[in-house]
Structures are given as structure tokens and as C-alpha cells.
């Protein structure tokens, strides 16, 4: 029975005790409660699935409808293996030659198949031969990846002298009690978020191979897996907003709602930190973050943290952020606008029957902008910043004068000149990057960062929930970093799986993608 309000011990440790009981109560509650909330949703999804099978229009429609909500309930399963996390501690299709007579990857192994010729000279019937040499033809072949065994063997021994059971002890796996090896949970992590595979489709794969894998121990799989690399994630976050050039995108996901049984569009946002084109040392990083919804609060909230410029298309809901907290307090963040977005837009004018000539002549104009960025990309800010003052400066003005003569032409609702006025209206942060060596002309950056997740996109259903959302947002952080860093994501994903359990927590950073290599190659495992 809780003490009333009136019979309060005064005693400072005795209501120190009353707040650690009523703090763990409530942590017992508030899981409860997600455990309920889970299972409904998981119910309603068996639910639906049924009666899409009962009362489904066509046998096609019902597979596609069955895909879909199989979709969710991993998502599902995967949010309620997460639920314990508390308490954890801090090859594709087969490869294809490239076209003409180029040599075979070196790395690969080589395995020789001799075909020896036939015991008698097929012209004179003689059988003394002597070699002349031999004919090499190398093909490209692919052996299917496969599954093995691992017996984690722990010899005991007992001491003569004391009789103490002694034990080797055996390295944590990356799943509590669980059977799956490192590598495993790292193949599933990167068919499912960089392949494009959900786990149903890599459960039937799996099977091909005799081996049952069902979707939801998988499921389970990666929400254990994911909850894992939560401090390496966050270690990602804080080195991307530490930058004071940041590039940021956005992109639309169709998440499934089991219980309504339709989709709706939820948000996937990126941030790249990438100094490479102006010899930043940092190390490149992108993190990714989900949203149901596009509502200017989520990317404010992302930035709380950040100051310096930022990369961005005319999205209205970064505006806030550009503007002044106070009068005499200026912005922290200011925008460098994209020219690849203006480009765009004049591009998609010149595919129309009536192609406009303005449209025809800014592209080549801004043309040469990209022309003198090809020969500065990779040099130093003060060279990049001195040859674009000297050069894009004058290019620039003068398409600013003779876009301002044009508008005085055309109809005030056509669509060049909407194209125009969308570049004037952002004249200010285009032209940022003519005086500062570290800003890009263009947001390609974040462009290049969203475009696997449209791939995904186009191959089936991104997120069969809200936290599905969140939990992909996190992988595919680490997966896209160890990208921008030169690694094979699966290779870097299942040594820190097998590392991360019984690696110190104060020394998390060195797990992250770019100081992998050195630890990998040190002892316990090579990438």
C-alpha cells in the first residue's frame, strides 16, 4: 500500500526509497503495457491476413496482400524482441563478368579443372607425346552461399588441489540463447536492408537450402540485433551533427497499418557529413531517421543539435530553421541551396513537345558551372573558393541579369517562368557557395544516400510499421556509412556482431566503421 500524501516519512533517505519503488513500478507498467499494445497489433495482423485470404478478390491480389501484411508482422515481432533491450549490453544474384576480354578479379580463388587429351594422336595414331605448353580459359562461376555448424567447444578441468571447476570461457553471441551466429544475423540485416529481401522471402530462400528458418525467429533475430548496435548508431549521430556541413534530404515510405488494412506515407530523413570533396579529414558518415508524417517539427528536432550550413531542397519545412531565434540572436543554421533541384526543373521543361529555348539555354549555362566544379573537386577549400570567384562568380551574374529580362517576357503563370522565379527566391543561399570552399553547388550528397532506400521502395513494401520505420532509419546507418568508408557492410556488420556483446562500452568508438578496419585486423577476427 502506498504511503498517502499526509504520512510522508521526513526522513530523506525513506523518500528516496519510496521514489526508486514507485520508478521501478512504473518501468514494470510501461512494459506490461507495450507487451499488450504489441500483441494486439501482431493479432490484428493475423487477423487481416485471414480475411484477405477468405474474402480476397483474386488469387493475385490475396499474395499481394498476404506480402504485405507479412511485412508487418515482422515488424511487429522484430519491436517486441526489443522490449528486453534493456537489459543487453552497451552473396546476391550471381556475379557477372563485365563486358568484353578484361581479367578476372585477382582475390578470387582459382580452382583448376585439367581435361587431358585422349591417349593416341587422332591424325597418326602415335602415343609419344611431349608438351608444347597449355590453354588457359578462365570463366566466372558462383557457388551458393552456405550454411555450417559451429561447435563452441569449452574443455573442463578440475584442480588437483582445490577441486575448482575450471571453464574456458566462451565469447557472448550476439543473440542471448539464441543459435545464429554472427554471420547469419548479419546476412539477414543486410538481405533485408540492402538487398531489399523481407524475411519471408528469405526464409523460403533458406528452406531451398534445408535449412527452416520461420519469419518470425528471424523477426526476433533482428530486434536483438538492432537493440545491439543502438550505442553504435548513436556514436554516428553525435559525429554527423558535429559537422558544420551537413546535407539533408527526405524521401516518402508506404507503411502498412495492419489494423485499417491500407498503407499510408510515412518519412525517411537523411543527414551526410562528407568533407571529401574539400579534403575534410573527418571521416564521412550518413544517418537516417523515421517519421510518420513531414512536419517541419521532425527536421528541427534532428538539428537541435547542429550549427553551421546546411545542404537542402526548397522544402518548406527547413525554413524555420533559417530563420533567427531572437533579433539580436542570427540563425545557427544557414542554407546553401541546390542547383542540381534547379537544373531539374528547367531539364524536365526540354522533355515536353514545346521545349521552351530559355529552358534549352540554362542548361547550358548552368553547365558550366558543373564544368568548373569537375576540375576543383578534391582540392582545398581556398583554391576551390579562388577559382570559383574568378570564374562561377562572373557565369552566375550574368544569368541572374538575363533570367530577370526573360521574366519581363513570359506569361507571369507559364511554367519557365516558375522555374525561374523558384532559383530567384533562393538566389542568396545558390550563391553561398561561390565564397566558401567547403559548401557544395548542389545537395547530390543527400540524393545519393536516399537513393537505395527508393530501390527498396520499388521491390515492396518498406515498413510494415512505425517502428519497423524507426529500427530500419538505424541500420541502414550503419550499413551506408561502412559504404561511404570503402567497407563490404555484411563483412563489417558480422565482426561487430560478434565483438560488440563483450566490448567495453567506453570504447565503443572503436567499433565504429571508420577505426574497424584496425581493430578487425588486430587479434579476434579479420574483416
Not at 186 to 196: E, F, N, P, S
Not at 400 to 421: G, N, Q, Y
Not at 487 to 498: N, Q, S
Request: proline share 7%; net charge neutral; aromatic share 6%.
Amino acid at each position: 500500500m502506498e504511503p498517502s500524501l499526509t504520512d510522508l516519512p521526513d526522513d530523506v533517505e525513506a523518500l528516496r526509497a519510496i521514489i526508486v519503488s514507485q520508478a521501478e513500478a512504473l518501468a514494470r507498467q510501461t512494459q506490461k503495457l507495450q507487451s499488450r499494445d504489441t500483441l494486439i497489433e501482431k493479432l490484428q495482423a493475423q487477423l487481416a491476413i485471414l480475411r484477405r485470404a477468405r474474402f480476397g478478390a483474386s488469387s493475385e491480389k490475396i499474395e499481394r496482400s498476404i506480402e504485405q501484411l507479412e511485412l508487418a508482422l515482422e515488424d511487429i515481432e522484430a519491436a517486441d524482441a526489443r522490449l528486453p533491450a534493456a537489459a543487453l549490453p552497451t552473396q546476391p544474384d550471381a556475379l557477372k563478368a563485365k563486358p568484353g576480354r578484361q581479367p578476372l578479379p585477382d582475390h578470387l580463388p582459382r580452382q583448376d579443372v585439367i581435361h587431358q587429351v585422349v591417349c593416341t594422336c587422332p591424325v597418326c595414331g602415335g602415343s609419344d607425346f611431349i608438351k608444347a605448353g597449355e590453354t588457359v580459359s578462365e570463366v566466372l562461376d558462383y557457388i551458393p552461399a552456405s550454411f555450417r555448424v559451429v561447435r563452441h567447444v569449452q574443455p573442463r578441468f578440475t584442480c588437483k588441489g582445490c577441486d575448482t571447476d575450471i571453464r574456458a570461457r566462451m565469447p557472448s553471441l550476439p543473440i542471448e540463447r539464441g543459435k545464429p551466429g554472427a554471420g547469419l544475423v548479419a546476412h539477414v540485416l543486410i538481405a533485408k536492408y540492402c538487398d531489399h529481401l523481407p524475411l519471408y522471402r528469405q526464409s523460403e530462400i533458406y528452406a531451398r537450402e534445408g535449412v527452416d528458418l520461420s519469419r518470425s525467429t528471424m523477426a526476433d533475430w533482428v530486434g536483438k540485433a538492432s537493440a545491439l548496435l543502438d550505442p553504435l548508431v548513436a556514436r554516428i549521430r553525435d559525429h554527423v551533427f558535429a559537422a558544420d556541413r551537413l546535407h539533408g534530404d527526405d524521401t516518402p515510405v508506404p507503411v502498412l497499418e495492419p489494423g485499417r488494412g491500407r498503407t499510408r506515407t510515412g518519412r525517411l530523413w537523411t543527414y551526410v557529413r562528407d568533407g571529401h570533396p574539400w579534403l575534410e579529414e573527418a571521416p564521412p558518415a550518413v544517418t537516417y531517421f523515421y517519421s510518420p508524417d513531414r512536419k517541419g517539427r521532425h527536421p528541427k528536432a534532428h538539428l537541435a543539435r547542429f550549427s553551421g550550413t546546411l545542404h537542402a531542397d526548397g522544402y518548406a519545412g527547413f525554413n524555420d530553421l533559417y530563420e533567427p531565434t531572437r533579433i539580436d540572436k542570427p540563425a545557427s543554421i544557414q542554407e546553401a541551396a541546390c542547383w542540381a533541384h534547379v537544373r531539374r526543373k528547367f531539364f524536365d521543361l526540354t522533355t515536353s513537345p514545346a521545349s521552351h529555348p530559355i529552358a534549352e539555354e540554362t542548361l547550358i549555362r548552368i553547365g558550366q558551372f558543373y564544368d568548373i566544379e569537375s576540375t576543383i573537386r578534391g582540392a582545398p577549400p581556398d583554391r576551390r573558393r579562388a577559382v570559383r570567384q574568378k570564374k562561377t562568380r562572373a557565369l552566375i551574374e550574368a544569368l541572374r541579369l538575363w533570367w530577370d529580362s526573360k521574366l519581363l517576357e513570359l506569361p507571369r503563370a507559364s511554367r519557365t517562368a516558375e522555374a525561374i522565379r523558384y532559383a530567384r527566391t533562393r538566389w542568396i543561399s545558390l550563391c553561398r557557395f561561390i565564397d566558401d570552399g567547403t559548401i557544395e553547388i548542389d545537395n547530390n550528397a543527400a540524393e545519393r544516400a536516399i537513393r537505395p532506400i527508393a530501390l527498396g521502395r520499388k521491390n515492396w513494401l518498406f515498413a510494415g510499421s512505425d517502428k519497423g520505420g524507426e529500427r530500419a532509419a538505424a541500420v541502414l546507418s550503419l550499413i551506408e556509412t561502412a559504404k561511404l568508408n570503402g567497407l563490404d557492410p555484411e563483412a563489417y556488420l558480422r565482426d561487430v556482431l560478434a565483438r560488440i556483446a563483450d566490448h567495453p562500452i567506453n570504447k565503443i568508438d572503436e567499433l565504429l566503421p571508420w577505426h574497424w578496419s584496425k581493430i578487425a585486423s588486430g587479434g579476434g577476427g579479420t574483416p
